[in-house]
């Protein structure tokens, strides 16, 4: 019987026969710790490990993302005690200038396609857009990894997920998203990987898978793996210096525990209503809503693709932000930040009106921006729309094409061509 | 060797109308403006007072009670304080029809007993909070009022291993001596 990708990619970092259902050690090719979840993982580790090393110091990073810089003490405090322990073990420190960590993994060549992630980041099963089996865990799980380098993990069962049909503007990669959410719900996945396939997945560029993997975590799944292109190994190569890098792909017999298709055919604009990500419904279905505030960011859509459309929009409609919308766009990372600087998307998004934070996660971590209040009306691109969690106020999920141009027109609509 | 029987008054999370919470997420269960916590002791105060009609949990529970709630619980995000809250109030365990990935594995490394039961969301109605529910982590088996058995997912080996150790920590020291 062939092997998924998920069960290769374990087989590979493990002694024992893998199999879907068995819980197997498994290597560990990164270890990470972020804000959130950081001073606990050095509080575990110090009570249970004391002031001896981690297993490999070149594995191990800490990324600070969620609330960069800290805009109160207890996180300044907690931020500061995992420095000055990551100093003291030398291992090096992603900080709060430094944007999403697993973003900031992606491009900096830390996480491969084929490799092993853990951190304290829920979302870090995103790295599946690489084909990188990522992992978010809690704070003992990763303390216990830093010392030990490796875990254990029940191994997956896999399902297949076959996209039909092409994507079309103004559709986006997370409307595609959204359509997958729809059909298999909050609990679709739970428990199990998933493989994407089908034209449109293999069309998408680097931001766009990341958009759709990122969601995985929303479906219930362990991970969402998009087998690599040749673009996303290329991508990679380049950035780990790695020329023998090679994709992971499933074995033609694999065996799937479910097979599920969806249509997007005929794909129009989804938005993601209050209270789950999972309550999906078209754009129409709901537009005339009046807006309060928009958000742009988040490991979902805060590439600088993803601003650059934000940026075309502008400029094709030559308009401003509606005086009663508070916007905020916060780029996924210092890179972005750094290209949004140089080619006039700035330029651009700051004439128009937005509020432009530095790189980091935003408000999906009730960090520096995008917080609601009660009986706001607030339309993210993010991935998260819970009760309570960015505050009070009433979250939609959408595309950045759908939230920027709810800021330009101050009511949620149908984005114009 | 740890106490693989559990036996304690239960709480049903249910909504309003009476049906079982499903997709209880962490930020319900413990939520992110507490996160800058990190003494287990101070996190059970906050227990479920995101979860709408549950804000109070925390005041009534009492030490050894047990919690039913439904599918996917602690669904979201990878916070070990959305287990460590229920360790602090000293629940005995959660019955859950399925659990969150993260959920699951920070509860097994933590040494907390949570169970599976399958068919929970069919069978709910007989379980009433306040009911008297034991719980046989090594079988899976449940007895409701010493009545009613019902049959959960036992332990898996690595849970049960860790469990008896004490936590992740701990297991992994036996695993040295080996």
């Not at chain 1, 998408?204 to 996303?232: C, N, Q, W, Y």
């Not at chain 2, 529970?61 to 709630?69: C, E, K, M, N, S």
């Not at chain 2, 000293?90 to 993260?102: K, L, N």
């Not at chain 2, 069919?122 to 719980?135: A, M």
Request: charged share 20%.
């Amino acid at each position: 019987m062939g092997k998924t990708i998920i069960e290769k990619i374990i087989q590979a970092h493990s002694d024992e026969p893998v199999a879907p259902g068995k819980i197997v050690w498994m290597g560990l090719d990164v270890r990470s710790a972020r804000d959130f979840g950081g001073a606990n993982v050095v509080k575990n580790y110090k009570a249970n490990y004391g002031d001896t090393p981690v297993a490999d110091v070149g594995r191990t990073f800490f990324t600070f993302d969620c609330v960069v810089p800290a805009n109160n003490i207890p996180y300044a405090v907690n931020q500061h005690l995992a420095r000055r322990w990551a100093t003291s073990q030398g291992i090096q420190v992603y900080d709060v200038n430094a944007g999403i960590g697993s973003h900031v993994m992606i491009e900096k060549g830390l996480a491969l396609p084929g490799g092993t992630v853990v951190g304290t980041d829920s979302h870090l099963n995103i790295l599946g857009a690489i084909g990188t089996f990522g992992q978010g865990m809690g704070d003992q799980d990763i303390a216990f990894a830093f010392k030990a380098g490796k875990t254990w993990f029940e191994v997956p069962p896999t399902m297949k997920v076959t996209v039909k049909g092409d994507l079309h503007y103004p559709c986006t990669p997370k409307d595609l998203t959204l359509a997958v959410l729809r059909v298999l719900g909050a609990s679709g996945a739970l428990g199990k990987a998933i493989e994407f396939y089908g034209p449109a997945v293999e069309a998408l560029d680097l931001p766009g898978r990341i958009t759709l993997s990122s969601m995985v975590t929303e479906m219930g799944g362990i991970v969402g793996l998009i087998p690599a292109s040749k673009a996303v190994l290329d991508y990679c190569r380049k950035r780990s210096g790695r020329a023998d890098l090679h994709g992971v792909y499933a074995d033609p017999d694999a065996a799937y525990v479910e097979e599920v298709f969806v249509d997007i055919t005929n794909l129009e604009p989804l938005i993601a209503c209050p209270p789950k990500p999972d309550n999906v419904k078209t754009v129409r279905e709901v537009a005339g809503l009046r807006v309060d505030s928009v958000f742009i960011g988040s490991c979902t859509n805060g590439r600088w693709e993803d601003l650059r459309l934000v940026a075309d929009l502008v400029r094709a409609h030559g308009k401003k932000i509606q005086p009663w919308v508070m916007a905020s766009i916060v780029p996924a990372t210092h890179e972005v930040w750094e290209q949004i600087l140089r080619d006039g998307t700035l330029q651009t998004l700051f004439d128009a009106g937005f509020v432009i934070s530095n790189a980091g996660c935003g408000g999906c971590a009730a960090g520096q921006i995008g917080m609601t209040g009660d009986k706001e009306v607030q339309v993210s691109t993010g991935n998260r729309n819970f009760a309570g969690k960015q505050g009070p106020g009433d979250t939609y999920l959408a595309s950045p094409l759908v939230a920027a141009w709810a800021a330009l027109a101050g009511e949620i609509t149908v984005p114009k061509a | 060797m740890a106490e693989t029987r559990i036996q304690g008054r239960i709480w049903v999370l249910t909504l309003p109308d009476g049906r079982l919470y499903d997709d209880i997420d962490t930020d319900m269960i413990f939520h992110n403006r507490y996160l800058a916590i990190t003494e287990v002791a101070k996190m059970g105060q906050y227990a479920l007072d995101n979860l709408k009609g549950w804000e109070d949990f925390a005041k009534k529970a009492q030490p050894g009670d047990i919690v039913l709630t439904g599918k996917n619980f602690g669904a979201g995000s990878s916070r070990q304080q959305a287990v460590d809250c229920f360790r602090a109030l000293g629940i005995g365990a959660i019955v859950a029809e399925s659990y969150g990935a993260i959920y699951k594995r920070n509860a097994i490394n933590s040494g907390f007993p949570i169970i599976s039961l399958p068919d929970l969301t069919r069978i709910h109605e007989q379980f009433k909070t306040g009911d008297q529910l034991e719980v046989d982590l090594g079988t899976g088996r449940l007895i409701l009022n010493g009545q009613n058995t019902f049959q959960g997912e036992p332990f898996s080996k690595v849970q049960m291993d860790i469990y008896q150790a004490g936590d992740l920590f701990a297991y992994g020291k036996t695993l040295e001596k080996d």
